[in-house]
């Protein structure tokens, strides 16, 4: 296989092309570091994939770059960049959502009709649901979106199905719930917990810590979305991804203590916009079309996601890259 993966330098993007390469393939790899968080981080996700001769990157915002001779060059098309987080689009940055998930979706998927014979995985969210009536939720569920980032996911996921019905292009799209694991984005709470047990520093609770969340591990999310761009029979599919461990955050907090020996300081605040109470996959779907099992318990997945920013804490961020993104 010789796959493009969009957001190749971002958190779950990098975490697939790394699995890729081991495997053999060769990877075309984009990336426009736009400004969610700081270039360093995004570049020293790309450290182990740099070190294969088949790893390619190239620098291209896809809401405005030149996307047909990347399409042409490979068969599979991971599409995974995105502007991610629901509490950071509201406002004036909703404008940065439209043009990063929906302006950049369909701006890949017209360079892709041009090419016959491409199958192109979205990754989407499970913020399309909103505050679903039923848990676990199957994919036959009403989308209801509760933030402007669950909106342009949706809108992505519509897109693909355009571009299917109209123009037979082969998509699948897959629902994640609540990644979590290495390399994961400075904003999302897991990351934030890490980091304030590490550094005895207090940790913000947004809502009363009873909400819960389907956490699924980064390793178990590449697996499926490895197996929705082989498996037979599954273009114009939608999965459920989910890790199976729908914990309370109360309980994540008593793992992380326990995890990093130390009492934490919490601290409570009120519920912000779009956050929903509670989130839990039906993943049956995935299971009997791409052979998708979750195989890292939750406790297992945070204890590698705190030492492994234990171990970022302790040594800085490697700076050798130019601003274009290649090694020097």
Known sequence: ?????????????????????????????????????????????????????????????????????????????????????????????????????????????????????????????SSVYGNAAQLPTRESATPAPFSPYGVTKLGGEHLCSLYRDNHGLETVSLRYFTVYGPRQQPDMALHRFCRAAISREPITIFGDGRQRRDFTFVHDVVAATRAAATAPDVPSRIYNIGGGSQISIQRVLELLAGIASTPLDVRFDRSEAGDVRETSADTTRAAQELGFRPSVSFEEGLREEFEWSRERARAPVERRFTRAGSAR
């Open 1 to 125: 296989m010789r796959a493009l993966v969009t957001g190749c330098a971002g958190f779950i993007g990098s975490h697939l092309a790394d699995s890729l390469l081991a495997d053999g393939h060769e990877v075309l790899g984009i990336d426009c570091f736009n400004d969610n968080y700081r270039r360093a981080p995004k570049l020293a996700n790309l450290k182990r994939a740099r070190d294969y001769d088949a790893f390619e990157f190239v620098p291209i915002d896809l809401a405005r770059g030149d996307l047909h001779d990347v399409v042409e060059e490979c068969d599979t098309i991971f599409h995974l960049a995105a502007e991610p987080g629901v509490r950071s689009s509201w406002g004036d940055r909703f404008e940065l959502y439209v043009r990063n998930n929906v302006l950049a979706t369909q701006r890949l998927l017209e360079a892709a009709v041009a090419v016959p014979h491409r199958r192109v995985v979205y990754a989407s969210s």
